[in-house]
C-alpha cells in the first residue's frame, strides 16, 4: 500500500516526492549496502590500472582490484572497485553496468562478504597391506 503511494506520488509531482533530492532518492532507492562492488565479464587483458581509470570519474576511488589465478597470474575474469562513499558506488554501477571495457561487456553489481571457508578435512591415511596393493577410495586396488 505504501508503495503505490509513493508510486502516485512519484508521477503526480507532489513536493514530498522521493525525488526531492539526490541524497533521498539513493538513500530510499539504492540497493547497496557497501560501496564495494562486484565487476564481472572482465577481458584477461584488464589490468588493476585499466580498472582504475574505467572506474575513477565517478568519485573517490579507494581500491581497484582484478583477481588472478595463483599459479599462472592470469585475470579471472572478474575484480572489485571501492569507493569512498556509497553514492559514488551506485552511481559507477549504474553508469558502468553492460558498457565495454577492453572489448568486453562488463557487469557491475553489488558485493557480497566473503563466506567463511569450511575448514579442510583431515582423510584417514590409505591402507596399507605388505603386499604392495594399496586401496584407493575412488579408483579401488592401485598398484
Not at 3 to 25: I, M
Not at 76 to 88: C, L, N, P, Q, R
Request: some cysteine.
Amino acid at each position: 500500500m505504501a508503495f503505490s503511494s509513493s508510486f502516485r506520488r512519484l508521477f503526480a509531482g507532489s513536493s514530498n516526492s522521493l525525488l526531492s533530492s539526490p541524497s533521498s532518492y539513493v538513500r530510499h532507492c539504492s540497493t547497496l549496502t557497501s560501496p564495494k562492488l562486484f565487476v564481472s565479464g572482465l577481458s584477461r587483458l584488464t589490468t588493476n590500472e585499466k580498472l582504475q581509470d574505467a572506474f575513477a570519474s565517478f568519485g573517490e576511488l579507494v581500491d581497484a582490484r582484478v583477481i588472478t589465478d595463483r599459479e599462472t597470474g592470469r585475470s579471472k575474469g572478474f575484480g572489485f572497485v571501492t569507493y569512498a562513499t556509497i553514492e559514488d558506488a551506485e552511481k559507477a554501477k549504474k553508469e558502468m553496468n553492460a558498457k565495454f571495457l577492453d572489448g568486453w561487456v562488463i557487469f557491475v553489481d553489488p558485493a557480497k562478504p566473503r563466506e567463511p571457508r569450511r575448514p579442510l578435512q583431515q582423510e584417514p591415511p590409505q591402507s596399507y597391506s605388505g603386499s604392495g596393493f594399496t586401496t584407493n577410495k575412488t579408483i579401488g586396488w592401485c598398484k
